[in-house]
């Protein structure tokens, strides 16, 4: 089980780290700068975890924490560099993460929209931040109200929506 502790932690500050879950103890450490969200590929390869103190993303190597690659996650220009928000790992590609990109103290924080990366090289196609509520829209039929939404999900290569219906109650 890995963990990330800010700056502000009163133990193991600044630092990503391993614990045991068995034992409870902490077993290697590596510095960061002020680390933040993490998550690991499915195969246990990797740990991506962003630090919000460099703007970037650090890949390390598992099961030890050796640092990899070190990624900057771009900068708005307007409103300064980007932060990550959350980091998703691709199924079945420990290579490839999605990451919602935002700024700190910003509202809302979500400017950046999501980029894919592929060993810390950005994609060209990106999700645009700011978007507007999902669209909601619905239709009587036979006494039955069904509710079409278009949520968006990530992409592999570009921006789509996937509708899902669903029924509601009368």
């Known amino acids: 089980m890995e963990r990330a502790a800010p700056s502000t932690a009163s133990t193991h500050a600044n630092q990503v ?55 900057s996650i771009g900068t708005d220009p307007y409103d300064g560099p980007y932060i990550a928000l959350d980091i998703q790992v691709a199924p079945g590609a420990p290579h490839t993460v999605a990451i919602s990109r935002g700024i700190l103290n910003l509202i809302p924080d979500t400017e950046g929209g999501i980029a894919i990366y592929d060993d810390g090289t950005q994609r060209p196609t990106t999700v645009l931040g700011w978007a507007p509520p999902p669209i909601v829209m619905t239709q009587s039929s036979g006494g039955r109200t069904r509710r079409l939404s278009m949520q968006p999900t990530i992409p592999a290569e570009a921006p789509i929506f996937t509708p899902s219906p669903s029924t509601l109650p009368e």
């Open 17 to 71: 780290c391993v614990l045991n879950p068995t034992t409870q103890a902490i077993t290697n450490c590596q510095s960061g700068n002020e680390p933040n969200v993490v998550a690991i590929s499915d195969d246990s390869q990797f740990l991506y975890v962003g630090m919000n103190g460099a703007n970037s993303v650090q890949r390390f190597i598992l099961p030890n924490l050796i640092p990899d690659i070190n990624f």
